[in-house]
């Protein structure tokens, strides 16, 4: 079965310091992977996506960039931390290849609550 | 570009009860995916429900269970039997069969009064 890791849980940065949360998948191969953050009580915004390794689709300019380094590892970084980032960070991947009831469902991390102080 | 809009920031409902949390969208591909994802307060995302739309049938799973109407873009959640357990952000979500990304509504929050 598939599961997906996603670490930190909790972090607390002050301003200018660099960030990086990390996720990674297991039991798949080639999966879709995403970044998403969701400021307190409110909805989803999707940060950046990855069909490949190496390939990387921004959808919100700021203060944040993504990696890809291998198959099932999605990184999430930033050089110089910003109050405004402060939030949940959910990492999700789907498959579209994935048969049966799986099928194109995204699937979460327990997500990173990052702090900047 | 595909929207997702659900009209109810905020719901309650008594336990035992039943409530139906609603969701629209918008789009113009006529082959797509459905969902309806909770967020307890652990703020775990977990999927309820899912529903393809060249599928007539609405989807059920247990207490859950879909009123999907395509021609009216309409794809509302029915809780039956409401437990404490349901008190949740509750997220509706479209995704294109030929895309990659996911379409989140603002979520309802839904409170489950004892």
């Known amino acids: 079965s598939q599961t997906i890791h996603q670490w930190p849980a909790t972090l607390v940065q002050p301003v200018g310091s660099p960030l990086s949360l990390e996720c990674t998948v297991e039991?798949?191969?080639?999966?879709?992977l995403y970044w998403y953050r969701q400021a307190a009580g409110r909805g989803l915004q999707l940060l950046f996506y990855?069909?490949?390794?190496?390939?990387i689709s921004s959808e919100v300019p700021q203060n944040l960039s993504a990696s890809r380094p291998q198959d099932r590892q999605f990184i999430l970084s930033s050089k110089k931390l910003l109050l405004s980032d402060s939030g949940f960070y959910l990492c999700?991947?789907?498959?579209?290849?994935?048969?049966?009831?799986?099928?194109?469902?995204?699937?979460f991390g327990a997500g990173s609550r990052l702090t900047v102080l | 570009a595909q929207t997702v809009t659900q009209s109810q920031p905020e719901m309650s409902v008594q336990e035992a009860e039943t409530v139906t949390l609603s969701c629209t969208y918008d789009?113009?591909?006529?082959?797509?995916?459905l969902f309806w994802y909770k967020q307890p307060p652990s703020r775990q995302m977990i999927l309820v429900i899912r529903?393809?739309?060249?599928?007539?049938q609405n989807a059920t799973e247990n207490r859950f269970s879909v009123n999907f109407q395509k021609a009216a873009k309409s794809f509302s959640l029915k809780i039956s039997d409401s437990q404490l357990g349901d008190t949740a952000m509750y997220f509706c979500a479209f995704m294109s069969n030929y895309g990659q990304n996911f379409v989140f509504g603002p979520g309802t929050r839904l409170s489950v009064l004892p």
């Open positions: 789009t113009s591909e006529s082959n797509y995916y």
């Open positions: 039991g798949t191969s080639n999966p879709n």
């Open positions: 990855s069909v490949g390794i190496g390939q």
């Open positions: 529903q393809e739309a060249y599928k007539q």
């Open positions: 999700a991947w789907n498959s579209l290849t994935q048969g049966g009831s799986g099928a194109n469902v995204l699937t």
